[in-house]
């Protein structure tokens, strides 16, 4: 459960920042910082590479994919998370 736990608050992180983003118009490598540092603090595997940014003055998205394995007694078994935002300027 922690590491459900922990991809709900990274993707709600990006729901933030893509959400902040449209209005203080980051660049897509602040905002691609923003995300790693995040991922950095709830310890998951993700490299900066693996996060995509695509901005401009008229939407923000944000998007990566990452897999952990469990091992669980007798085999280890493979999760794959694909957190994702994205968000419109109104104007």
């Known amino acids: 459960i922690p590491l ?3 991809n709900f608050q990274l993707q709600d992180a990006m729901e933030n920042e ?3 983003s449209v209005v203080s118009l980051k660049t897509p490598e ?3 910082d923003t995300i790693f540092n995040k991922a950095q603090e709830l310890a998951l ?3 900066r590479d693996q996060i995509r940014v ?3 003055v008229r939407a923000v998205r944000i998007s990566c994919e ?3 394995n469990v091992e669980l007694p007798g085999y280890t078994h ?3 998370f694909n957190p994702s935002s994205a968000e419109r300027s109104l104007f």
Do not use: F, G, K, T
């Open 66 to 68: 990452y897999d952990i």
């Open 4 to 6: 459900y736990v922990n």
């Open 18 to 20: 893509a959400r902040m």
């Open 45 to 47: 595997p993700l490299s």
């Open 30 to 32: 602040q905002i691609r």
């Open 54 to 56: 695509e901005a401009d």
């Open 78 to 80: 493979r999760l794959h």
